[in-house]
């Protein structure tokens, strides 16, 4: 994780748009909590893992949405810049471990 950790200067999040992805990530903190005791209670296999499932979508739009900010601010900031190709290969690299 630390080979994706830059120096860049980023755009800050408004206070809004943190509010919108740590309320999201508390859901999905909540939703493991959640498989956490049905497996503590010995639920049915198919119900666990449909749960799990549903947490792996959320996740992804968190992180597609995370992208999608990155590439409207931070990357067109590094175009307007003159360093948009570095900051490309980045996002290109991270968008392949996140599509694994």
């Known amino acids: 994780m630390d080979e994706f950790l830059h120096d860049h200067p980023?755009?800050?999040?408004?206070?809004?748009?943190?509010?919108?992805?740590?309320?999201?990530?508390?859901?999905?903190?909540?939703?493991?909590?959640?498989?956490?005791?049905?497996?503590?209670?010995?639920?049915?296999?198919?119900?666990?893992?449909?749960?799990?499932?549903?947490?792996?979508?959320?996740l992804k739009n968190v992180g597609f949405s995370v992208t999608e900010r990155h590439m409207k601010h931070c990357v067109s900031d590094a175009i307007q810049k003159g360093e948009g190709q570095e900051t490309i290969e980045e996002l290109m690299n991270v968008l392949k471990q996140f599509s694994k």
């Open 10 to 58: 980023s755009t800050p999040r408004t206070q809004e748009e943190k509010d919108k992805v740590i309320n999201r990530l508390k859901r999905i903190e909540g939703q493991v909590r959640g498989i956490q005791k049905m497996v503590e209670d010995d639920r049915y296999c198919m119900d666990i893992l449909v749960q799990i499932s549903a947490i792996q979508a959320a």
